[in-house]
Structures are given as structure tokens and as C-alpha cells.
Antibody
Framework: EVQLVESGGGLVQPGASLKLSCVAS????????MSWVRQTPGKTMEWIGD????????NYAPSLKNRFTISRDNAKSTLYLQMSNVRSEDTATYYC???????????WGQGTLVTVSS | DIQLTQSPSSMSASLGDRVSLTCQSS??????LSWYQHKPGKPPKPMIY???NLADGVPSRFSGSRSGSDYSLTISSLESEDTAIYYC?????????FGSGTKLEIK
């Protein structure tokens, strides 16, 4: 059974940095592209970016690429999202996602809530 | 960026009704469109991919179709468990983009 478990969310002050993690199990992590998506309190869904199975290539939403970095550790079956200089508009639930070939966003984690506030 | 316009933004329908939700693309995306169902407290669930293909485990009352740049998710006979927000996603080109969602409720 595919499982994606995010962690690292919480209350963070504006301007701070935060690193989210997603531990994967139930599939061969190193075989698949992975993605991050967030949902704002107003229910807007936003694609953040994705990373190739070997970590050699990433894509980002243009509005986030200067502050967010996606990485992975295939030995640990773990996906990461490094967030820097966070702003109030980064308040959202962040989802870790497994992509199957031809089936985008096939499996989603339960999400981790990030709240940016002073 | 490709914009997806979903309509209506919200709707309510009766049990057993045939319901269609629409997603219109600002540019050609072929069939690279998928649909997701999101219920409170749960992660989004894939329903349709490549415009018309049913995802694993999705009931056959759901279907997807395309007419030009208009895409539809249809529920042939609405059930109470179908209450949710439905989002479309285009994955034809980066950046991937979502529609704003349609909130579906039962009358």
C-alpha cells in the first residue's frame, strides 16, 4: 500500500525558513517523479513543483522558484521541500504527491499545515 | 500560464440527478487534463486522467469527456458521498495549473 507521510509543518514567523519532509513507503521511491502541491485556506490549489526520480531535474512554479527548493533522498525514500523567506501567503496545507507515468498526482499524502504568522 | 476556468463555482443537486461540471482551458492542452475529488479532512483523490480515463477504484457513474477546449466531469446518478470540491488540472505544459474548483452539494 502506498503511503506518503508529510511532516515539518507548524507555525512559523514571516521571513523564516522551514523544511518539510515526506516519507514514502509501499512502492519503489527511486522509480518515480514526485511533486508538491499546496492548498490555501481559501481552497485554492497551487502546484509548487516536481522532481525527477533520480533527483537530477526539478520544475517549479515561477512565483515560487526563488524561495522554494525540492530535493529527495532515495536512500531514505524521503522527499523534501525547503521553504525560505516565508510570507503570510504561504499559509497552506502542503501535500506530497506520487506521480505514475501517464497518471499525474496518483497518490497524495494527508498533508501538513504551515501557518505563517507573527 | 494556462488558465483553467471551472463552472459553476458551486452547485447543489438532488440524489439521483445527472450532474456535469465543466473546465475550460485558455489554450489547447489536448487530453492532458485530470479531475480530483476533495472531501474535508482527506487528501484529494484522482477521479479522471487524460480527460476520459477513470482512475482506479472510481465508481462507473463518473465519466470524463472533452469537446474542444471544454472538459466535463459527469456523474450519471448523484449519490450522497459525491459531496465534495472537484478540481481540474492541466498537465500539458509547465507550470501545471488547477482550476478554482466546483463545490458540489446535495439538496
Amino acid at each position: 500500500e502506498v503511503q506518503l507521510v508529510e511532516s515539518g509543518g507548524g507555525l512559523v514567523q514571516p521571513g523564516a525558513s522551514l523544511k518539510l519532509s515526506c516519507v514514502a513507503s509501499g512502492f519503489t521511491f527511486s522509480d518515480y517523479w514526485m511533486s508538491w502541491v499546496r492548498q490555501t485556506p481559501g481552497k485554492t490549489m497551487e502546484w509548487i513543483g516536481d522532481i525527477k526520480y533520480d533527483g537530477s531535474y526539478t520544475n517549479y512554479a515561477p512565483s515560487l522558484k526563488n524561495r522554494f527548493t525540492i530535493s529527495r533522498d532515495n536512500a531514505k525514500s524521503t522527499l523534501y521541500l525547503q521553504m525560505s523567506n516565508v510570507r503570510s501567503e504561504d499559509t497552506a496545507t502542503y501535500y506530497c504527491i506520487l506521480n505514475y507515468p501517464g497518471i499525474p498526482f496518483a497518490y497524495w499524502g494527508q498533508g501538513t499545515l504551515v501557518t505563517v504568522s507573527s | 500560464d494556462i488558465q483553467l476556468t471551472q463552472s459553476p463555482s458551486s452547485m447543489s443537486a438532488s440524489l439521483g440527478d445527472r450532474v456535469s461540471l465543466t473546465c475550460q482551458s485558455s489554450q489547447g492542452i489536448g487530453n492532458y487534463l485530470s479531475w480530483y475529488q476533495h472531501k474535508p479532512g482527506k487528501p484529494p483523490k484522482p477521479m479522471i486522467y487524460y480527460a476520459t480515463n477513470l482512475a482506479d477504484g472510481v465508481p462507473s457513474r463518473f465519466s470524463g469527456s472533452r469537446s474542444g477546449s471544454d472538459y466535463s466531469l459527469t456523474i450519471s446518478s448523484l449519490e450522497s458521498e459525491d459531496t465534495a470540491i472537484y478540481y481540474c488540472l492541466q498537465y500539458d505544459e509547465y507550470p501545471l495549473t488547477f482550476g478554482s474548483g466546483t463545490k458540489l452539494e446535495i439538496k
